[in-house]
T-cell receptor, first 115, second 111 residues
Framework: GAVVSQHPSWVICKSGTSVKIECRSL??????MFWYRQFPKQSLMLMAT?????????EQGVEKDKFLINHASLTLSTLTVTSAHPEDSSFYIC???????????FGPGTRLTVL | DAKTTQPPSMDCAEGRAANLPCNHS???????VYWYRQIHSQGPQYIIH???NNETNEMASLIITEDRKSSTLILPHATLRDTAVYYC????????????FGTGTRLQVTL
């Protein structure tokens, strides 16, 4: 199956700074990738759909100016959390869609802690 | 996407079969049943999916009732490494399909 990597695996930052998370589809060209967020003891919540070469589609309640998504190539999507605050501390996970297998492949996740 | 109902938690002894139920009474004709699992602090992992026939792969078996309103994921010989949260999701197949995760079932495999 497709392999998805994320970098960094964890990051600690100060409040007010911006953090960029990379999601790479290592062996599959992903036109579409998904970004999820997971708070402790909760389920995954879809934040946005990242589309290669066009604007991302955000879910209701997700601020597009705060969570900047760039999908400039078929193997890389980035999520930038701008002006991070402690309430943005969460586990961020990306996935790609594999049309041949009808399953999504998830990255290992990035744990963000904002102090 | 149709909603699913799963028990919040289950226990299973190592080596025994783990049977995880899922209700999806509002599933529509073109929606598949997908199962994913998430081991603590990792990304979800695909397990299996099916439409109406029972399915089996190297990880698990999926039994779907004839009316398709419920299904059961079977791990035939659970090991400690199968301890995870298991999510049952119904979704139309195809590209760029958004997964909607419910609360899942936390399976604890014990010695």
């Amino acid at each position: 199956g497709a392999v998805v990597s994320q970098h960094p695996s964890w990051v600690i930052c100060k409040s007010g700074t911006s953090v960029k998370i990379e999601c790479r589809s290592l062996d599959f060209q992903a036109t579409t990738m998904f970004w999820y967020r997971q708070f402790p003891k909760q389920s995954l919540m879809l934040m946005a759909t990242s589309n290669e070469g066009s604007k991302a589609t955000y879910e209701q309640g997700v601020e597009k100016d705060k969570f900047l998504i760039n999908h400039a190539s078929l193997t890389l999507s980035t999520l930038t959390v701008t002006s991070a605050h402690p309430e943005d501390s969460s586990f961020y996970i990306c996935s790609n869609d594999s049309p041949s297998d009808n399953e999504q492949f998830f990255g290992p996740g990035t744990r963000l802690t904002v102090l | 996407d149709a909603k699913t109902t799963q028990p919040p938690s289950m226990d299973c002894a190592e080596g025994r079969a783990a049977n995880l139920p899922c209700n999806h009474s509002t599933i529509s004709g073109n929606e598949y049943v997908y199962w994913y699992r998430q081991i603590h602090s990792q990304g979800p992992q695909y397990i299996i999916h099916g439409l109406k026939n029972n399915e089996t792969n190297e990880m698990a078996s999926l039994i779907i009732t004839e009316d398709r309103k419920s299904s059961t994921l079977i791990l035939p010989h659970a090991t400690l490494r199968d301890t995870a949260v298991y999510y049952c999701i119904v979704m139309s197949s195809g590209t760029a399909s958004k997964l909607t995760f419910g609360t899942g079932t936390r399976l604890q495999v014990t010695l």
